[in-house]
Structure formats: C-alpha cells, structure tokens
C-alpha cells in the first residue's frame, strides 16, 4: 500500500516533519523507509530497508536539511524490501526524486524504451521509470512541471507520486490517479500526504486531490492542474474536524470496518498481477502430477474456494490441505513431479512454513502466494505473486481474504486459458466479472451495512449461528463462521448445506438461525431444498442471496441481497462481504474489540 508525505517550507528544516509524518503512515507499509530533499542545490537522499525507527536509529532521517522535502514509508510490491528498492528513487543524474504508493502497470515497455535511450536503474521497482521519464522529459527544457505532466501521461496503472528537482527547488510536483493523495495547506507551509493524519499537528486545512490532477506546491501556495489539458483547476480546501486517532483510521471507529470497506480498492489491486507470474504458476501447474494448495485459517478457506475453480475452470484436481496436516497426511506423495501452491498473508506462519520446507525437501516445486513481499515464504518460494493488500491491521483476515481469491482465481483463469478448457465466450464473461468486481464490493457495503447491522441487533442473544452452502459457497460458509467466531466468541457451525441432514440437523429447533450463502449458480436448485428443510424444523434464516433470487429469498425470515450475475468463481469475494460484517457487528455489539479478539495474534509463528 506504501505512504508517501511532502512539505515545503518558508524556513526550517523538513527532517523532524517528514519524520513525524512518516510515523504517522506507518500503519500503510512499513518494511523500508526513505526521505529526500534538496540542500545546497543538490538531492539528498536518506533511506533503507526497516522499520522507521530502526532507519531513523541508522541514518537520523529526522535531521534532513532542507526547506522542500519528500517521504515514504513502503510495502513493497515491485522488488524485495531492500535498500535499492526503497524510495526516494533518482534518475540517472541524481537531479530527480520520487517517492509512489500504487503499481505501474506499463513500466517493463517504459524501462526497456528508457533503457534503450542510455538510461541506467539501479532498483527493480515500478517507480524508478518515473524519475528517468522525467529526466529524458527536462531534456526539452520544457520545466520541471511540465516534464512531470508529460510523464504522468505516459502511465498506466495506480499512482500517488511526488517529485522533486535541483532546477527547481523551491517546489513539490505530485499527481494523482486511483492512489490516495491530500494536499494540506498551512502557512508558509504545505504538505502533501497519502492520508490526513501526516500533516494533522501542522494543519487542518486539506484539500483532496482527484484522479488524473496534479499539484505544484511552493512554500507560498497550492496549483492544482489537470494532467490531460494543464488546465488550472480551482478547489477550496475544507477543516479536517478528526483526531489524530480518529484519523488513521479514516474516521472508522476499527481498522477491521476500514479494511471491510476498502476491499473495493484491495481486490482492484489484488488483480494487477503481473501477467508473466500468473503464466509461470499455470505452466508449473500444468506441468505437475500432483498439486497441493496449503494455508492456514483464512488463507486455507481462499484455497478451499479455489479448488472448485480449478476444478470447474481448468479442469484440473487440486488438493487442499490445512497446512499443519500437511505432512502427516501426504509426506509419502511429495517428490519432484509435485507443486504445492501456497498462501499465507504474512508469509510466516509456522504450520505453512513447516509444511512448505517440507516439501521443498522432498523435491516439490513451491509456488507462494503472499502480502508480505520480503517475507519466508517468499524466500522458499519457487515462484510468488503479492497480493497487494497493504498492511491489514486488524488480526481477522478481511481485505487479504478477498485478495488471495482474487490472485487465485486469477491463475486458475490463467491455467484454463493455457489448458484451452474455457471457450473465449466463457473467458470474456469471467474477464468483465474482474473487471466489475469493485463496482460489486461497493455496491454490497452500500447497500448491506445497515441491513446487516439490524439483523445482528434482531439476534445478537442467540448462543450459536450456523452457516451453510454448497459447491464454492462452502468455502464462503466457513470463513463466515471462522469470522463470527474468532470475534464473537460463539461456537459457531459451517456445512456444505447437503451435509448438514447428515448430523447437524438434530441440533435444529425453533428459532436456531442459519445463515445461507445462495447465489443464483449451478448449486442454487439443491440449497433451497436444504433451506426447506431447516423451516420445516422451524429454524430461522437468514439468506444471501442475488437481487433476482426466487425462492431462498421467500422462504428466508431476513435476506441479504447481493448484486446479480457474479460469475460462480468470483462469488465468494463478494458474498463474504456481509458475513464479515457481520462478525464485525456483532462483536462490537457484544462489547468486544474487533480488531484484537483475544487468544489470538496476526501472525501465528509458533506450531
Ligand atoms: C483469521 C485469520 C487467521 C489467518 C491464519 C493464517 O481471521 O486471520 O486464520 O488466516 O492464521 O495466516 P497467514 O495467512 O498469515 O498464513
């Protein structure tokens, strides 16, 4: 996710500023941290792999000279966490520095045509292209505004940037596009920043820039420009009326609503994986007798989910498997013909690590799937992909579950397309369904979070929930109870709902409330004799259902209404959005703090 801040001032000295504001963003990446100014006429830049405090122990970021000054704080994507790969990054001649939260989509053909031009890199970073386009740009002496204008159409993809310059170090130019970036405007002071609280103790006065705009800022004033045209663009700035606290995190009350409410953004990310690691997963894949895919917790219900679209989609059999079974269960299977896919967010956790080197060891070929780039399982990793979620703060997996879908189905897709098992018709239904996807996660949260707060209110005394579906609802179902539980502490039950006559239903008796995950695909038919079923025992049902849905909806005590037309495999990142809600809301009600359930610890680095 990454922080970038800025300021420029009248007189003083930017370090302490940028220090503090970096503190401040902390919460948005830290693995590497970076601060550059301009001081006699030349780029000074501090910055290294580690956290603030430990950068601030080595290099004393807090004492940078200088009256115009950039930061960042990072979580890395493009490139291991290490010193090269930190920014600020500068162009060839050290004129230039940029510091970028987002992802540039088109930077491989932008470093290959730079390259050709003489340009040299030093990171593996997405970012570093932008300080040589600018300096082949100032080339045409056109000024630094323009250079970075010019620049800024060449991208494609997600970014918050900000630049400075020698030829001109009076000024901050930064651009704006799908990546946040507010502007606060002090006096004989500005900042710029990823997200409010950065400036805060400085001013409350902000102004939020939008997609493809730009702002110079100078110690006198704020421009704001747009990209396409280089027209003036005019904005008043409004009173932040937040808290510090209250600031950090968006004005939510808990990081786990913020995250809840981001996953529109997350999975956008989530899906800019790099094309060529989706083709090298598919083709170890494809290429494999056997292929497991190991997780813990959530991360094993996004493998669960998966599974059925491996299954469905490229017609291939994947096993899933708890991580911490792994070895006991399948050690004898594991030799050089076998892949196993592995996701973990934090890359760390003990049960998947052990499971993973033991496969290593028996000659399996690993494929990881992580948010923590830099992190173990990167390391053992033949393969990774990031699942660009950015630092999830609350300990219950929300935005990153949503992710690892996503990145999965994704290289199920990418192994269908490869194995020529989806027609092209099929390929361009689950291509728009991508593509929608965000568009579908907002509309739920608009339209759900009331709806699913009054039916916690309505049956917030009942001492237990179950959750049922079928087919990749299953998955959808247990990460449900798995949520509820974790931060309600109810023991809470989940079943492929045809199962659930096999045993479960004795525990049925008035009143009992099922949840149902129905969507309108293949399985829908079967639920809603399963629903029958648990009414004819007088249970009461809650139903997740599409906006067309018939018959679960009408027989359902309270519905749930998500938008129609999902494709199947893309169902479980939204239908998960009001079960984590409502997990969230009934801890809350409970009194619990949601983003600290007790017992438990983001990452689980013991067996
Ligand atoms: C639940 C949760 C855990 C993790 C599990 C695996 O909300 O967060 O169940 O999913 O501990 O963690 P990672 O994905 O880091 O390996």
Not at 446 to 469: H, M, P, T, W
Request: contains cysteine.
């Amino acid at each position: 996710m990454c922080g970038i801040s800025g300021v420029v001032l009248e007189t003083g000295q930017v370090g302490p500023i940028l220090y503090d504001s970096l503190k401040r963003l902390e919460y948005r990446g830290y693995d590497s941290v970076g601060e550059a100014a301009v001081v006699d006429g030349r780029l000074l830049v501090k910055k290294d792999q580690g956290k603030i405090d430990e950068v601030e122990r080595e290099l004393r970021i807090s004492e940078l000279d200088g009256i115009v000054g950039i930061g960042h704080t990072r979580w890395a994507t493009h490139g291991a966490p290490s010193r090269e790969n930190a920014h600020p990054h500068t162009d060839c001649k050290g004129t230039v520095a940029v510091v970028h939260n987002g992802i540039i989509e088109n930077f491989m053909q932008l470093k290959q045509e730079l390259e050709a031009t003489g340009h040299e890199f030093r990171s593996r970073t997405d970012t570093e292209i932008v300080a040589h386009l600018v300096e082949e740009n100032l080339k045409r002496r056109i000024g630094f505004v323009e250079a970075v204008r010019d620049a800024a159409k060449r991208l494609s993809g997600a970014y918050a940037l900000a630049l400075i310059c020698t030829a001109e170090p009076d000024k901050i130019v930064c651009v704006r596009k799908e990546s946040p970036l507010v502007i606060g405007s002090g006096v004989g002071a500005n900042y710029l920043a990823s997200d409010i609280p950065a400036f805060l103790p400085w001013t409350k006065q902000a102004l939020f820039l939008e997609d493809d705009e730009m702002a110079v800022l100078t110690s006198k004033g704020v421009r704001l420009l747009k990209v396409e045209s280089g027209e003036e663009v005019l904005r008043k700035p409004f009173t932040v009326e937040w808290s510090v606290e209250t600031a950090t995190k968006s004005g939510f009350p808990y990081f786990m609503l913020k995250e809840i409410d981001e996953q529109p953004n997350s999975v956008r990310n989530a899906l800019r994986t790099d094309p060529i690691y989706l083709d090298l997963m598919a083709s170890a894949i494809s290429r494999a007798k056997r292929v497991f895919l190991l997780a813990c917790g959530t991360s094993y219900h996004a493998c669960l989910a998966a599974t059925y679209a491996f299954a469905n989609l490229a017609k291939v059999e994947i096993t899933p498997v708890v991580a911490s079974e792994f070895l006991d269960g399948y050690a004898a299977l594991i030799d050089h013909d076998t892949v196993v896919l592995t996701v973990s967010q934090s890359g760390e956790t003990a049960d998947t690590l052990t499971a993973v080197r033991g496969a290593k060891d028996r000659g399996a070929t690993v494929l990881g799937v992580t948010n923590v780039m830099g992190s173990t399982l990167t390391r053992l990793s033949d393969v990774y992909i990031g699942q660009n979620s950015g630092p999830e703060m609350g300990v219950a997996a929300t935005k990153t579950f949503t992710a690892q879908v996503s990145v999965l189905i994704k290289i199920a897709v990418a192994l269908a397309q490869k194995r020529k098992t989806l027609s092209e018709k099929e390929l361009q239904v689950l291509q728009s369904g991508f593509d929608r996807l965000p568009e579908w996660l907002s509309m739920t949260l608009l339209a759900q979070k009331e709806n699913v707060r009054r039916i916690v209110e309505k049956y917030a005394d009942r001492i237990s929930f179950c959750f049922l579906g079928r087919g990749i609802s299953v998955a959808t179902a247990l990460e449900g109870r798995l949520k509820l539980l974790e931060l309600s502490y109810l023991p809470a039950i989940a079943y492929p709902a045809g199962e659930s006559k096999h045993g479960f239903i004795s525990v049925v008796e008035d009143g009992y409330p099922v949840i149902f995950v129905a969507p309108n695909d293949e399985a829908y038919s079967k639920v809603i004799g399963n629903v029958m079923e648990m009414k004819a025992r007088h249970a009461q049902v809650i139903g997740i259902v599409e906006r067309d849905d018939g018959q679960v909806a009408s027989l359902s005590d309270e519905t749930i209404i998500m938008p129609a037309g999902i494709p199947s495999s893309l169902t479980p990142i939204v239908f998960v959005l009001p079960l984590q809600l409502f997990a969230y809301y009934m801890a809350v009600r409970k009194g619990y703090n949601p983003d600290f359930p007790r017992n438990l610890a983001k990452s689980v680095t013991v067996h």
